[in-house]
């Protein structure tokens, strides 16, 4: 099955430590990053997209992506 998430989070290291675990995790990034101004908090935000490949399991709407 393949996975796919889409991380997010505020323009800061904390992100790119989310985006370094799932690598490490063995998630591939999936295109380029994202940046955008939330306008309610008056911050930058950021977001990448990250896919997974996993033999053996089929997927079901409840499973926590996160864990893989």
Same mark, same amino acid.
């Given at each position: 099955m393949k996975l796919?998430?889409?991380?997010? !989070?505020?323009?800061?290291?904390?992100?790119?430590?989310?985006?370094?675990? $799932?690598?490490? /995790? !063995?998630?591939l990034l999936q295109g380029g990053?994202?940046?955008?101004?939330? $306008?309610?908090? /008056?911050?930058?935000?950021c977001g990448q997209a990250v896919v997974k490949e996993v033999e053996g399991v089929d997927y079901e709407p409840g499973i926590k992506l996160g864990e893989y």
């Open positions: 796919y998430r889409f991380l997010t !989070g505020p323009d800061d290291s904390s992100f790119c430590h989310k985006v370094t675990a $799932a690598l490490n /995790k !063995g998630w990053p994202t940046y955008a101004y939330d $306008a309610e908090t /008056k911050t930058m935000r």
